[in-house]
């Protein structure tokens, strides 16, 4: 049960199919029914919700990232590093860009499942005295069988970076009988873990941005970069 402060929902990877190749049947345009049901959400929830869906734009098709707010405002990001391993890459156009998403005084870098193995599009800059984000978000259907990887790489992503990690898994057996444990979790930088489920249910958290800004301050490794 969400409370009445909640300022963010977050739903996994294509989490109206599930991790699909058959676009034609399961694809959308914009501002159709998932669209729309986010949209009516997170006014209803009086919260943001993202997650992503399957979108098509003429003949392509995206693993696309949808960000809205209470207010309307919207972001998206379609998913870049496509798992070829499952031929993503021979059914999906690949994204050409990362974005950043300002929310209740957090940066937010949103990045999709596969992406979470190339370290170089979640780098967070330093310049100026300021951080390019502070939230690095995945959402993912990444399967049990390789749930080590996502449980250390999740980590690390927070550590080497200098900012929450959180990362919203699916739960359950797909159509193709691959079975999910979520291990859906909150790290911070400095590698604790905040958050943890590896089952079907809701999880909040709250976040501070001033203790992340001090622990930025106690400990600025980053400063040492090449």
């Not at 909640?6 to 669209?35: Q, Y």
């Not at 159509?175 to 249910?201: K, M, W």
Request: hydrophobic share 35%; with cysteine; proline share 4%.
């Amino acid at each position: 049960q969400l409370t009445n402060s909640t300022d963010l929902i977050i739903l996994p990877e294509t989490f109206s199919t599930g991790f699909t190749m058959d676009v034609e049947s399961f694809a959308e345009p914009m501002n159709l029914h998932t669209h729309k049901w986010m949209r009516y959400m997170a006014r209803k929830a009086d919260s943001a919700i993202c997650g992503s869906f399957i979108v098509r734009e003429g003949d392509a098709y995206f693993n696309r990232f949808l960000f809205i707010t209470p207010t309307g405002e919207e972001y998206s990001y379609d998913k870049h590093h496509l798992f070829r391993m499952h031929d993503e890459h021979l059914h999906f156009t690949p994204g050409k860009k990362r974005i950043i998403i300002p929310y209740k005084g957090f940066n937010i870098c949103p990045l999709i499942c596969y992406d979470l193995r190339f370290p170089e599009i979640a780098k967070n800059e330093y310049k100026a005295e300021n951080f390019t984000y502070d939230i690095l978000m995945y959402v993912a259907n990444w399967p049990e069988k390789r749930i080590i990887a996502w449980d250390s790489l999740l980590q690390s992503r927070s550590i080497e970076n200098y900012a929450y990690s959180v990362g919203a898994n699916r739960v359950g057996a797909d159509g193709n009988g691959v079975t999910h444990c979520g291990h859906s979790a909150i790290f911070h930088p400095n590698g604790h873990r905040l958050a943890f489920s590896d089952q079907e249910e809701i999880i909040q958290i709250t976040l501070s941005k001033n203790e992340l800004d001090g622990y930025r301050k106690s400990f600025p490794a980053y400063l040492d970069r090449d």
